[in-house]
């Protein structure tokens, strides 16, 4: 009972990382329709910035965090700018080359400047220790993935259902022609939307280090695990991504809770299994 | 379209220069023929790429599964006792052909994302298998040991590697042709009506799955004919030869030279290995960084891959001189 619970709850909080990392590439697939895969380099890349400023800087946790974020969006701007801005519409496999090129450029990058050794992100007190739920104790870094993941989903399904933005972007999405014709600036849209993704993809980054823990390959080592989450949710649904991260999140650690030789075995064959069922992943949209 | 005369002739030229390429890297770098072989022998794997991705429209981030399958079953071969070249060799293309009717048979039943997605999934399950079954693999050691007997009994596989990269040059130039009267086939353009439109082929009353499926086997065997190699030249099997990395580096080599054109694929491997080869020689820190921006100069400036550039190149040369547009 004991393993069961503390296996359910790492899971949890495993997929709620993976959640929200993964729902920033779910959003530039499904709705921009651009195979990103240098979206775990900017994961990283606010790993990089956290780390930097919380342990070589001294600044706190929640600065960490916001620095990382604006930062790595700063940094993708010029990118989207230059390089993404032109395979928008392309093939998706001109798409692949281009930000598998991209991904390459700034590991290589990074690792000059940083050097192939492991970065931490020092936790500040009150996450470090364990929390008494009455029931059992949870480490508070947990709990706070949790509720970050949380809160990240129902702040985008509020945002994407609810508010003026949400309309316009559903309406690009579903034909951009037509809602440029009425009067929508989608370059406007596409732009804020890849900043979100981005945005998301930081926040990931920083609060799921203690899972993805942040060194120079990090990008290459998860794009296929955010990939295939992704594919498994269904680009571009939020809950499906929920469903794809919690389930993908539960059998990875149970497998290796379990049986840790057999590493990603058991996450693949769910892969292949689950792909076969679902073409399209569990909430996607018929093409 | 040029007459089916000049098509030969055009062909007969393309082979001659393969070989003559070849030669010339036999004389011009007899220091470093195993890099030689090696690229020969992922020329095969990106060529088994091109089959599916570039004649079939199905793009797959999992080609070394077929790569590893060839390798694997060959090493193991020889391990256990046969160890006539020509016979690994076919030991390789058969487990290669057998892979890819399995690799077929789960990826078909997926389009776009998906299946690419499955294709990583597959890639990744014959990783672990084969780091597992470390009784007969080697596990993450490597399979080690491989004794190859002479080829035809005379020429010994030798420490500089002449026997080896001849034998990958004559199996290069022999697969390229086959595969040359296999894409111009009957069976090559359907698979190319395929990857236009999957649905006006299905309504003119082919069956898309089997064609397919009969593509992937060919492919298959071609990739393991690589593995072969691979396994044979350098007397080591080892868990890289069935990773991520190498399939997703035979797609960017592919799209690098060209989608679609048996020529591409052969500049890409060469264009790709010969640049990560002098940049990492140069300065290892960066070789990542240049890799990743020639991808990116390659997609801003020549989009349909190298043999596009030249292709375009070309073609507005002919037509400069025709005095139009």
Partial sequence: MQTILSIAIDAFAYGMALFIICIGLSLTMGLMRVVNLAHGAFAMIAGYIASYAARDLGLGYAIAIFLAIIGTVVISIPLERLLYRRIYGSPELTQVLMTIGITFCIIGITNYFFGPTLKTIPLPESLS???????????????????????????????????????????????????????????????????????????????????????????????????????????????????????????????????????????YAAVIAIVCVFPRGFFGRAQ | ??????????????????????????????????????????????LSLDLITGYCGVASLGQASLFGAGAYASGIA????????????????????????????????????????????????????????????????????????????????????????????????????AL??????????????????PVRIRAMGAYVFPVLL???????????????????????????????????????????????????????TVIFMGFEHIVSAINPFHWMTMVGALLIAVVLVAPGGLSGLSERIFQSGKSMKGGRR
């Fill in chain 1, 129 to 267: 220790q364990p929390v008494d739920l009455g029931i059992r104790t949870i480490a508070g870094h947990r709990l706070f993935v949790m509720a970050c993941g949380v809160l990240v989903a129902v702040g985008l399904w509020y945002l994407i259902e609810k508010t003026d933005f949400g309309i316009k972007l559903r309406a690009t999405v579903d034909n951009a022609a037509m809602a440029d014709a009425l009067g929508v600036r989608t370059p406007v849209i596409y732009a804020i939307s890849f900043a979100i993704a981005i945005g998301l993809a930081a926040l990931g980054g920083v609060v799921g280090a203690e899972f993805l823990p942040i060194e120079p390959y990090y990008a290459l080592r998860y794009m296929v695990t955010f990939l295939v989450v992704v594919s498994v949710g269904g680009a571009g649904s939020i809950p499906g991504a929920v469903v794809a991260c919690l389930l993908l999140g539960a059998i990875d650690t149970t497998g290796r809770y379990l049986m840790p030789e057999f590493g990603n075995f058991f996450f």
């Fill in chain 2, 1 to 46: 379209m040029p007459s089916v005369g000049g098509r030969w002739l055009r062909d007969v030229i393309g082979v001659l220069l393969i070989v003559a390429a070849g030669l010339a890297g036999y004389w011009l770098f007899p220091d470093n023929l195993a890099l030689l072989t090696r690229v020969i022998a992922v020329a095969l794997l990106v």
């Fill in chain 2, 78 to 177: 020889c391990v256990n006792g046969v160890t006539e070249p020509l016979t690994l060799i076919a030991i390789g293309a058969v487990a290669g052909a057998m892979a890819g009717l399995l690799m077929g048979t789960i990826m078909l039943r997926a389009h776009g994302l998906a299946q690419l997605v499955l294709s990583i999934a597959i890639v990744q399950l014959f990783h672990e298998a084969a780091n597992k079954a470390s009784a007969y693999t080697g596990g993450s050691d490597g399979l080690s040991g491989l004794m190859v007997s002479p080829l035809f009994g005379m020429f010994e596989f030798d420490l500089w590697g002449r026997t080896a990269y001849l034998f990958g040059l004559a199996l290069l130039v022999g697969v390229f042709i």
């Fill in chain 2, 180 to 197: 040359k009267f296999i894409v111009s086939s009957p069976f090559g353009m359907l698979c190319r009506g395929i990857k236009q439109d």
């Fill in chain 2, 214 to 268: 009969k593509m992937f086997v060919i492919s298959g065997a071609v990739a393991g004919t690589g593995g072969a190699l691979a396994a044979i030249s350098t007397q080591v099997v080892g868990l890289d030869s069935v990773s991520f990395e190498l399939s997703a580096n035979a797609l960017v080599m592919l799209v690098l030279g060209g989608l679609g054109t048996l020529y591409g694929a052969l500049v890409g």
